[in-house]
């Protein structure tokens, strides 16, 4: 983030930051109380609301010499709303708290809440941010708090798929992973480390794999499509489908069998069947639905749920390692 | 925080990490799906919810000399519960997003996950942590996000304050303040950095203010009872009497007057009248009551609203900066 010769947060007072940000961030169409007073209140109209929480740190989540600041708010946004997709809700508002270094420019605090208004526009018109906090760190860091409606619909969990199902995905897998791969290979220094110009050269001959990593597009509104449809498990394909089918199989008390050449289907152009099975921050959602359902929005079908227990591709048992750990891999970087 | 042969968090797993503090935190009696899923769903009975966030980044908000991971747990939740007791609502539920070095002893974070429980067992008996995020970072790093439940009333805003309104604070005034600086001027080395010996001492001679800087008890409860009782505007006093009675003076189109005789006895032992109205990090509450109103539960009478704008002490204009802004005032230290 640059700050040739711009106000920094440590030139402007608390007020002034926000003032200066408010008027970007997406508006929500829940609110009652609004930012500005100690709390703000939203409508839950059905008597209940959804609520998840993700942080993303400068090192182990992002590196500057990728992301831009619009980016970072983009993602910030995409990947909360995607957790309150995957209980089949609506999302209807977010807080954010950021800290940021004495040093940032106001105008990269602006470009943040430009991403979070595009994000929340494109993936879930309405949802918009409520309230929120300003901190100084080292470490530029996001803590997002996302909120959904049911809309008198039973939440979907990880625990109900059943034998019989059909286990399907929305979003292409391993595009994420893809990029992520591209980036750590092409857009580092000769040290390894990442590198501004060289990234320049990379998003430019891989934009799709390198878009799907640094400003995700997860499939908002297939989620409270897949929960009317009668989806019996859903959840956010955050750490690998491998990874994330275990813990559907383990809650739910079953055996999750998937069908190579329908991941292949399934997979983004391009990326291998490993790839497609263990790479994290697709963002799409994995889901489980009755035999005979009519598959809704872009979910596509990749295998089928069996009795037993833990992941099998085509019938055998499948248990590498896959998805992503901060405190396993997390080598203090911070370009 | 000490991490003499303990296991750390970068030798665990996030999910065993989890594992470790989740049967520590204190439970929701709002949960319908409680922590596990991709999101936790609460309860809104009367069909609202109150939601505020707040961020406690090691360094400008906290020292590790002086604060234990007990106490910071016990802050981290007291603050946000004052926020969501200033709307007038109830605290129902928080999720907690931690980043930590990954140099971390678990047995840290079960310390924190401790202070969490003891702070909404002592403050807001059924209040419970829904859910949360863990990440590494190098600043230790807390992101609580707190809901409350309106119960049926209207929020209390703080623009509702009217002419002729009684002005009245529930907890003592200035000795958080006092505790800040007893511990920059004493609980430091020969190099003004904050340490944990002389800490002791300190702590042991000045109990209370120490106490209430590092383990604030915000008077949670009388935020409803203030509601109740018909207050007209209210909000947490935690940048300082002076900077927030002049917020609700603005909100409200009013002028407030304070009276210093009712200041001195709404002050903390020994607390002198200017680090009352300029103390930060009371967690107090203020209010507006309407004229004839019988203070509920530890409101006492400062001061009164007038026709008018700006905040008055003893009829004269009081305009001394007051309060604490991170972005002025940090001075990058992280002892």
């Known amino acids: 983030m640059g ?50 929480t993700d942080m993303m740190v400068h090192g182990p ?43 940032t420019p106001l105008t990269d605090l602006e470009a943040i809440a430009d991403g979070f208004r595009a994000a929340c526009d494109a993936l879930a018109p309405g949802c918009g941010v409520v309230g929120g906090d300003l901190s100084v760190s080292a470490a530029l860091t996001f803590a997002v708090t996302a909120f959904g409606d049911l809309e008198g619909r039973a ?33 580092v220094d000769a040290s390894g480390e990442p590198d501004a110009s060289r990234f320049a ?70 990326v291998d069947l490993r790839t497609a099975l263990t790479g994290g921050e697709d963002h799409g959602l994995l889901a489980a639905f009755p035999p005979d359902t009519v598959l809704p929005g872009g979910f596509r079908p990749v295998g089928i749920v069996r009795e037993g227990a833990g992941l099998l591709v085509d019938g055998a048992v499948f248990d590498e390692r896959g998805g992503w750990d901060p405190y396993l891999e997390w080598d203090g970087g911070r370009g």
Chains 1, 2 share one sequence.
């Open 201 to 270: 050269a990379v998003a430019a001959a891989h934009p799709a794999e390198v878009a799907a990593q640094l400003r995700p597009e997860p499939p908002v509104a297939d989620g409270p499509l897949a929960a009317a449809a009668g989806a019996t498990a859903m959840l956010d394909l955050s750490d690998g489908l491998a990874l994330d089918a275990r813990r559907v199989a383990e809650a739910s008390g079953v055996a999750i069998d998937l069908d190579p050449s329908l991941l292949h289907a399934a997979a983004a152009p391009g």
């Open 155 to 187: 939440p979907v969990l990880r625990s109900g798929a059943r034998p019989g199902d059909v286990v399907a995905v929305s979003g292409r897998l391993g595009a994420a992973a893809a990029g992520l791969r591209l980036l750590f290979a092409e857009a």
């Open 3 to 52: 700050n040739s010769g711009s106000t920094t947060i440590q030139d402007a007072s608390e007020r002034e930051a926000l003032r200066r940000i408010f008027p970007r961030l997406p508006q929500s169409r829940a609110t009652i109380v609004g930012p500005g007073d100690d709390a703000a209140v939203l409508a839950a109209p059905d008597g209940r609301y959804v609520v998840t």
């Open 61 to 103: 989540d992002f590196r500057l010499a990728w992301s831009s600041p619009f980016d970072l708010g983009w993602k910030a946004a995409a990947t909360n709303l995607s957790d309150v997709a995957a209980m089949g809700a609506v999302p209807t508002a977010l807080v954010v708290a950021i800290a940021a270094p004495p040093t």
